[in-house]
């Protein structure tokens, strides 16, 4: 019998199939009511009984997209072992191996929403809170330290820095195309039209220079002190990477990792994962130097090509500091057209460059900015955004 003649079920049955898609929709797949509709018609087609083919149902009419399958994977679970109803409905078969695996990514998002409740009275409780939030502690939240935030206003921040973008057009090429208001002289078209006049030129084509994304190259350091950091600022590299393909990332601790690969995954919690499982030095020491001399000697002529713009997230605190680290930041200054450097430490007022790797890394650099709230990520989107036809600019001194 087809799906659209059936009589969608009422009851704790509906309630919690309806509670199920509202709890996957928060956790961010794109599902609606016509979905929730379907599904309890699907429902009526199998054998309620067996969890296997609940499960096998519920995927087939909620998951649309490859990338969405690892977030009902950890619903379906989490979801059957917190509803009583459910369980009085389901017996005890075990999911498939496959979706029985607990993924990493993407697990706090979904306990989040898994967390809702589903009366119609309660659920109202968490959405007027999430209001208050976003409204009332908005200033709060943008100014405050991302290593003193609780988990839930690193979520809070984490779905903020998710709607960032940058401009597309930064960088002046030499390339031309067709434009009415270019001041270039079009001969070749300009002769063209002209046949069509028997030789006199009335209409003169002109020529304008194509604006397109300037390459962007991130450094992050991920020792101890920076990890907190970076994997906020991870977050942001992720949603530009949505709009501008030519974004690179290296992690760096004690080696140099390449995770640009890993970042393009469209979702952001397996494609931090991604990162994370990709690098063996996570939250340990720092070899800024010898890390510098690998980017520049392996990867330099790869991705700093075409204008392309350098941010480095670190503190600068190398236990190595020597003329080494100032010949590769000179080195690594020369390569780019802008170098920016970006150091929590500026968090603090008083803060003054006094360590050794900061005193020799700091001459080299173009802008020198703090990376420790949303404020200091929405001033580098300015940064970013402002023209960038000259090859040095000043140097921007500490400002929190």
Not at 109 to 128: D, H, I, N, S, Y
Request: proline share 6%; glycine share 6%.
């Amino acid at each position: 019998m087809p799906i659209d003649h059936l009589n969608p079920p009422t009851g704790a049955m509906a309630d919690n199939v309806i509670g199920f898609a509202r709890a996957l929709r928060k956790a961010g797949l794109p599902i609606g009511p016509g979905a929730a509709i379907d599904a309890l018609a699907a429902l009526q087609l199998i054998e309620i009984g067996k969890r296997a083919d609940v499960y096998a149902t519920l995927e087939a009419i909620f998951v649309k997209r490859h990338e969405h399958a690892l977030i009902f994977h950890q619903a379906f679970d989490l979801f059957f072992r917190a509803e009583e109803d459910w369980k009085q409905m389901l017996d005890s078969v075990p999911l498939p191996d496959d979706a029985r695996r607990k993924p990493p990514p993407a697990s706090r998002r979904v306990q989040e929403a898994m967390a809702q409740p589903l009366k119609g009275e309660e659920r109202e409780a968490p959405q007027e809170q999430e209001i208050k939030l976003s409204v009332s502690d908005r200033e709060v939240l943008q100014k405050k330290d991302f290593a003193q935030m609780s988990a839930a206003e690193i979520a809070e921040v984490t779905r903020a820095i998710a709607t960032m973008r940058l401009p597309q057009a930064e960088l002046r090429t030499r390339r031309t195309r067709p434009d009415r208001q270019g001041v270039r002289l079009d001969l070749r078209r300009t002769l063209r039209a002209s046949l069509r006049t028997g030789g006199d030129i009335v209409d003169i084509r002109r020529l304008g220079l194509i604006d397109k994304p300037a390459p962007i190259v991130a450094l992050l350091d991920i020792s101890g002190s920076m990890s907190e950091y970076t994997r906020l600022f991870l977050h942001f590299l992720h949603a530009i990477t949505d709009a501008r393909k030519r974004v690179s990332v290296f992690l760096f601790g004690t080696r140099l990792t390449n995770v640009t690969r890993a970042l393009r995954a469209r979702d952001p919690d397996e494609a931090l994962a991604s990162c994370t499982a990709s690098v063996e030095d996570w939250a340990g020491g720092t070899r800024i130097s010898a890390s510098l001399h690998n980017f520049n000697k392996l990867w330099g002529r790869r991705v700093l090509g075409q204008g392309a713009i350098v941010l480095l997230i670190s503190d600068g605190l190398e236990r190595e500091a020597d003329s080494q680290l100032a010949f590769e930041m000179d080195r690594l200054h020369r390569s780019c057209r802008k170098l920016i450097w970006l150091n929590p430490l500026l968090r603090f007022d008083g803060f003054e460059p006094k360590a050794q790797g900061i005193k020799m890394m700091l001459p080299h650099v173009d802008e020198f900015r703090p990376v420790h709230n949303l404020t200091s990520i929405d001033g580098l989107i300015k940064a970013l955004s402002a023209p960038t036809s000259g090859h040095h600019g000043p140097l921007i001194r500490p400002a929190a």
